[in-house]
Each structure stands twice: as structure tokens, then as C-alpha cells.
């Protein structure tokens, strides 16, 4: 297609702040009309509607059978526009819709997920992804079965890849359907189905290419979705344009609403699904404990991150080693601008339920009063919070107020009183976080088979027509499993996401790691540190969570990453010593993977 | 295979090791050390937030952005350094 050759690349901050104008002049538009009296749940059609055609107008514009097109957009994706499509590759329906409800009840204990997942980047940076560039791979799997040799390796890359992909294409698959659902107002299981839809148009004909040009339109639209509503609230309180540097007082002021409301007093009653605030809000830990299951799940998401093969893939795409390594730097800055956002985001929205002094406050009023609100009236009605008069004293007290984590973002702009296009603004903006990241994991899955498996492994003779038909039957057959795994409603969200982390570090961080920094690590040593670390991490996570096995100090099955990477490598190092070092070959791979300049060790067509 | 003499390689591959480890040792610090502590550094206000928890939810990302920045900036400095940098135009190629 013309647009997307040649001088594509060179008008990419054209195409795009066009784009990006579009968009704002469409959210213009949704307010006119809404102010004009148009429906609120028109104005959500037409939001999730509209950004959807264009992803999938994207998607089909850039169509190839290009064998590097497919599989790594050519390799000429700018460091710049490789961060922001990284970026919305990276942060999920859950980082969107679940991570600021996660503040809100976790406090500081939750932040650790924020800290592990940017800090896992740079990991990536100093660890993997220039070394992975200048090897030239299509695929993570690719890596494996070429530096250390053999099918087997390849084929247990693969297996890990699969499994912790699979983990968390389906939690997205799961968000997709859950706003869809809200926005279209169509039945969860229909609205997955509908989801999958968009994600298969982006991606299914134009593969990596068209993956990249749409998580690129998906990072704009989300992060305005995300940025826009806060910095609207908190200029309603008063704080300025730049919320995130100083909602200190917000958070100091929250400090003594818990004292006054008695923050920590146990719930006497409980609904499926929804939480009462119990934890402070910017208070850490004083014991061992509280301290260690801080810093390990920082650890399990930062090595999860340096081995999610859809992050790693990204960094295939950039036209050198260097922009692989500035656009890590990029990815983490976009990521950033969400990440720093979160906290205060949750930091507002608790601000304003609990001050008796603003008038959105509800806790300490009036039971009666607190019922008659829209907002509140709403979301009760769709099972997402509930008000229950433990003490029968008719006034509203912490501990009897629930509501689910999700609220926080979708509701706020309801609880703040703002338009309704801000809701819009907010669905479309969830269902860009979800689209982005099961496009990019469905075809990290669809290509790891099609080229590692299919290809390399099954029939290397096959052409490059036909390969590239095969990559697209599977990203189907596979959608259609997490679509339908999704309909089932396994785990809750985020269960499921810091699972493919735990997957992922357990089988692939220390073969990833040690395959670049230590020349020794051999095909045996790989072998052993792949199947045994995936092995333990799950006979672990099978105990913890199924068994009725204690967790080993605090080692719970959010963090079973810890025992797999460590079986990992100790197998790993103890299997390489024990066997004979690489051949001369392989050892002069290394040497070339670790300097920048020359030819890939794998040719650009392979 | 690129004509790098072993000497170069070697020399290269030293300052990368060094680069990488001083990246991590910032990074440990600020990942995991800080946090440790954050109960303590709550008790010191830093533009007016409690730093313990400032550190979490903003200080450690900033911290991060910066550092993968100059981390980028230093490694293509080591490798111009070492004439294995890539050529400008070497980058189209692949």
C-alpha cells in the first residue's frame, strides 16, 4: 500500500500528529453533541466504535507477505515511535482499567507493581535487547534455538513462550470483552468475541507491521484517555496542571482522613467481588515481611518484564542496534507518563470519596443521602459497589462502603462530575490498552509457532507464501482459545498477568541472560535451566495455590518466579559445567553479538 | 565474521561489563534498597509528599527514565570509542 512504503517512515510525525489532531477533534465533536443532548450511551458506542474501525483501517493498510515485514516490520521502525508501540504493547487492560484500584486498596504495598514494572526495563536495556537486535531473530524461540543449538532448545523456548503468553492473552482478551461489553452494550460474551474481532483485523494481515502502526494510534489514544480526566480533576480541587507533582498534600491530607474515618476497621459484612478500604494509603511496612514481599515482587516483575518475548520482539523492529537501545529508553518513558499518573490518579479519587469537606465526599454522611447520588446508584446496579448499613446508624463509615478495584478509573469521571465524554474518552482508551497488548502476545504466540515450529522445526522447506498463510491460520486458532478460555472468567485480572510474569522468568530470563554474558552456557545447561525452572515455578504455584502447601518465607503464587528462575539457574550453570563448552562456532556468535557493528548473525531473510 | 581484531573485542567488552554493572548497582539501589527503608524515609517530607512512599510511585520511575538514557548514550560512546559502533548507514541494511 502507498501510504506505508518509503516516505511513510519519514512522514511518521506528520501521519500521526494528523492523527492525533483527528482524535482531538472528535472528542471536540462527542462534547458538542453530547451538550446538543446526544445519549450517553450513544456518545460510548460511537467512542469504542470509532477508534476500533481506524485500528483496524491501520491493520489493513499495512497487509504484507513480506516474510521480515511480517514478522519484524522491516526493521525500520524509528527508536522514537518503537518506545510509544512498545509502550502500548507493554501497558494492559490491567495497567489501564486495575493498576489505580490497585493503589487505592493496596497503598504503597501495591506500588511495587508499578516499581517492577519500569524497572524491569532496564533490565532489557542493559541486559537484552541490543544483543537481541544484532542477532538478527525473528522470534525470542529464534534466540534460543540458534545460540544454543538444536530442536529441543527451541522447542521448550517455545513451550515457555506459549504458556506464559497464553497466561496473559487471555486476561486482556477478558478486558477487551468487559469494555466492549460496558461501552456497546452487548452481553460479556459476546463483547469477547467482538474484542477479539478488532484485535484479529489489526493483526492478522499485515502481522508485526501492522501490530506496530496500530499500538502507535493505540498509545495516543490511551494515554490521553488516561492523563486527561486526572489533569481535569485535579484542577476542579485545585492542583494545578500538572497533578503528579503535587498531590503531596492530597496524599499527607489522606493521611489524617484515615485517622479521622478509622481506616483499618474490619468490614463486619462481605460482597463477591468487591473490597472495603482497609489499608493506609502512603504507609509502608515496619516488619520483615511487609519489607520482603515489597522487594520480591518487585524482583518477579522486572525479571517477568526482561522475558516476555511480546516486549522483547519489539526491539527486533528498529533499524539498528543503538535505536534498540534508545528506544528502550523511550518505551520507559511513555510507560512513564501512565505509571507516574496511577498513583495520583488513585490519590484523588480516595480524596474525594473520603473528604467530608468537598462535596463529592460520602463517607460520614447520610446512608440515604449517599443512595440518592447517580453515580452511586449506577454502579450498584451493575454489581460493581455496594453500601451496606453494618451498624445500623444511617450514616456511611469506611468499613461500609465496597467497591471494585476497576471503579477507580472507569467511574471517577462520574464521581468528579465530569461530562460523560470523559467516560467515553476513558472506554476507548481501555479498549486501546487491551487491544494493543493481546495483538502484540498473540503474535509473539502465532509467530513462535509458525516460524520456530512450523518452520524451523517441522518443515523447513516450506515457502514463504505459505509460511506466512500458516502464521495467520494460528493467530486465528489461537485468539479463538484465549477468546474462549476468556468467556469462561477464570482469574480476575490481574492473577492472570503476574502469572505470565512468574512463567516467563522461570523458563526464559536466566537462558536469555547467560546465552549473551556467558560464553560457557551450552545447549545442555539451556535445556536443564528451561524444563526445570518452568517445572518447578509450576509444581510451586500448583502447591501454593491448589495444594494447600505453605508458602516458603512469603513466597506466594504472585511471586513463584522466584523459585523457577532460581532452579533455573543453578540448572543451568551446574549442567553447562558439567557438559562439554559450546563449540568454536557458537562461541564466535557470542563475539559477534556483542558488539554492535557488522552483519546479524542471522540473515535479514531466514 | 566482522574484522574486530581479539584485543578490541576484549577491551570493548571489558568497559561494557563495567557500564553494565554500575547500570545495575543504580538500579539495585532503586528498586529494591530504598523500599526497604521506605517506612523510615517516610518521616522526611519531600515536595511535600512522604519520600518513602514519593519513591515508589514517582522518585524510583524517574530515576529509571534517566538512567536507561544515559545508559544508551554511554554504551554507543564505548563503542565509538572502540571503533565497533555500527555505520550510519549499515542500519538500512538490515
Known sequence: ?606 | MTHVDQSTREAHWAKTKGLMITTLIIWFIFSYLVHWFADSLNAVSFLGFPLGFYMAAQGSLVIFVVLIFWFARRQHAIDVEHGVAEEETSGQQN
Request: charged share 10%.
Open chain 1, 1 to 606: 500500500m502507498a501510504i506505508i512504503k518509503g516516505d511513510f517512515i519519514d512522514n511518521l510525525p506528520k501521519v500521526y500528529g494528523l492523527y492525533t489532531g483527528g482524535f482531538v477533534v472528535f472528542i471536540l465533536l462527542m462534547a458538542i453533541l453530547e451538550q446538543a443532548g446526544l445519549g450517553a450511551d450513544t456518545i460510548g458506542i460511537l467512542f469504542v466504535a470509532f477508534t476500533v474501525v481506524i485500528y483496524a483501517t491501520i491493520g489493513w493498510l499495512s497487509r504484507t507477505m513480506q516474510v521480515d515485514a511480517y514478522y519484524v516490520a522491516g526493521r525500520q521502525v524509528p527508536a522514537v515511535f518503537n518506545g510509544m508501540a512498545t509502550a502500548a504493547d507493554w501497558m494492559s487492560g490491567a495497567s489501564f482499567v486495575a493498576m489505580a484500584g490497585g493503589i487505592y486498596f493496596g497503598g504503597h504495598g501495591y506500588i511495587a507493581f508499578v516499581v517492577g514494572w519500569t524497572g524491569g526495563y532496564v533490565l532489557v536495556a542493559s541486559l537484552m535487547a541490543p544483543y537481541l537486535r544484532k542477532f538478527g531473530c525473528y522470534t525470542v524461540p529464534d534466540f534460543i534455538g540458534t545460540r544454543y543449538g538444536g530442536n529441543l532448545a527451541r522447542f521448550l523456548a517455545v513451550c515457555v513462550l506459549t504458556l506464559a503468553s497464553f497466561t496473559y492473552v487471555t486476561a486482556q482478551i477478558n478486558a477487551t470483552g468487559t469494555i466492549a461489553s460496558r461501552a456497546l452494550q452487548i452481553p460479556f460474551e459476546v463483547g469477547v468475541w467482538f474484542g477479539l474481532l478488532g484485535i484479529l483485523l489489526c493483526s492478522m494481515l499485515g502481522g508485526m507491521r501492522a501490530v506496530t502502526w496500530t499500538q502507535v494510534a493505540q498509545y495516543i489514544v490511551l494515554i490521553i484517555a488516561y492523563v486527561v480526566p486526572v489533569i481535569w480533576m485535579s484542577n476542579k480541587q485545585g492542583f494545578g496542571l500538572i497533578p503528579q507533582l503535587v498531590y503531596g498534600d492530597a496524599v499527607m491530607r489522606l493521611g489524617e482522613l484515615e485517622t479521622l474515618h478509622g481506616v483499618g476497621t474490619k468490614p463486619t459484612e462481605a460482597f463477591a467481588g468487591l473490597k472495603a478500604l482497609t489499608v493506609a494509603h502512603y504507609e509502608a511496612g515496619t516488619t520483615f515481611a511487609a519489607k520482603w514481599k515489597f522487594v520480591t515482587l518487585v524482583f518477579c516483575m522486572m525479571a517477568g518484564t526482561a522475558s516476555l518475548p511480546h516486549i522483547l520482539m519489539r526491539y527486533f523492529t528498529t533499524p539498528s542496534v543503538k535505536a534498540a537501545r534508545q528506544s528502550v529508553a523511550w518505551s520507559l518513558f511513555f510507560i512513564f507518563l501512565l505509571y507516574f499518573t496511577a498513583p495520583a490518579l488513585a490519590t484523588f479519587t480516595k480524596l474525594q470519596v473520603l473528604d467530608p469537606n468537598l462535596a463529592t465526599g460520602i463517607i460520614g454522611k447520610a446512608i440515604t443521602e449517599v443512595n440518592a447520588l447517580d453515580w452511586i446508584q449506577k454502579w450498584s446496579n451493575v454489581g460493581f459497589l455496594a453500601i451496606s448499613d453494618s451498624n445500623g446508624d444511617g450514616i456511611l463509615q469506611i468499613n461500609e462502603f465496597f467497591m471494585r478495584g476497576d471503579i477507580v478509573v472507569l467511574a471517577t469521571p462520574e464521581i468528579a462530575g465530569l461530562p460523560y465524554v470523559i467516560s467515553g474518552l476513558v472506554a476507548a482508551g481501555g479498549m486501546a490498552a487491551a487491544m494493543s497488548t493481546a495483538d502484540g502476545l498473540l503474535l509473539a504466540i502465532a509467530n513462535a509457532l509458525s516460524h520456530d515450529l512450523y518452520y524451523k522445526i517441522i518443515d523447513p522447506k516450506a515457502d514463504t507464501k505459505h509460511r506466512l498463510i500458516v502464521a495467520r491460520v494460528l493467530l486465528i486458532v489461537i485468539g479463538a482459545c484465549g477468546a474462549y478460555v476468556a468467556s469462561m472468567k477464570l482469574t480476575s485480572i490481574l492473577g492472570a498477568v503476574a502469572w505470565a510474569f512468574d512463567f516467563a522468568m522461570s523458563g526464559l530470563f536466566f537462558p536469555l541472560v547467560l546465552g549473551v554474558w556467558w560464553k560457557r552456557a551450552n545447549r545442555q545447561g539451556a535445556i536443564a535451566g528451561m524444563f526445570l525452572g518452568l517445572l518447578s515455578g509450576t509444581w510451586y504455584l500448583y502447591m501454593v495455590k491448589w495444594g494447600g502447601m505453605d508458602p516458603w518465607l512469603y513466597i506466594d503464587h504472585l511471586r513463584f518466579g522466584i523459585i523457577g528462575a532460581s532452579v533455573s539457574l543453578v540448572a543451568m550453570i551446574v549442567v553447562s559445567l558439567a557438559t562439554a563448552e559450546p563449540d568454536e562456532e557458537t562461541q564466535r556468535m557470542v563475539d559477534e553479538v556483542r558488539i554492535p557493528k557488522g552483519e546479524s548473525v542471522l540473515s535479514s531473510t531466514h
